[in-house]
């Protein structure tokens, strides 16, 4: 009798585990992140960068100053590497420029190309006409969209980086030189070398970040209150299947 009795109590618990696992699974990268833009190629760019993500949706939010002013500026979250910016000793060939492969090492490959409209893919990584153009030298970018599923995976895995191209290294006011860039060799090193990078760390679960930048893997607190609810909802399945058993007894012992 007693094991009969046991059983349901058991299948509600174990019913349980896998809604909790479920829930914490796909929120893993929810929440919000920052990260403050270093200059690179000596380009004196700075600024910040959020996102905010929910579901396969984030929204993206990016204020920048000291960039070529008048000129486009490609901007892609980087992912799949270090998840870390790097520095301009990264310059293995010599040419005087961190160019965007020699960076890739810390920042990783395009995951999504932060156009100002249409697609945002890694294939218009160098839609130059879709790009942010640097009024007055500044950038305030916003838009919400879709992200992939690898964007989404590198966001949880804290290896998300943002970057900033193009910068006026012979300060000619133009995109310009003899050094032609490594991703398309029609264009100067200057259109396409990274400019500013900025690690994505999380900052706050949930609410779109405040102030300076955080430091570290920021707040756990969404998922330490999944967690709780889960185990909640475990006691208290426990506690009705015992109700039921120590019930289920006494009529037992009564007849």
Known sequence: MRKAFA?????????AFPLLTMSAASAAHDGSYQGDLGALNGSGVSGTGMVTLEGNSATVMIEASGLLAGSPHAQHFHIGAKGECPTDAADTDGDGFLSTTEGAPAYGAIGTSLTTEGDTSPDSGLAIDRFPTAEGGTVSY???FEISTEVQESFAAGTAVLVLHGVDKNGSGAYDGD????????LPMEATAPAACAPLTMAQMGTTPAGGAETGAGST??????AAMGVGALALAGAAG??????????????
């Not at 607190?221 to 999944?226: D, F, I, P, S, Y």
């Not at 015992?242 to 007849?255: F, S, T, V």
């Open 7 to 15: 059983l349901p109590t058991v299948a509600i618990a174990a019913a």
């Open 142 to 144: 916003e838009r919400t």
């Open 179 to 186: 050094v032609m860039s490594d991703l398309d060799p029609s």
């Open 221 to 226: 607190a969404g998922v330490e209150e999944q």
């Open 242 to 255: 015992a109700g039921a058993l120590a019930y289920r007894r006494r009529q037992a012992d009564q007849a």
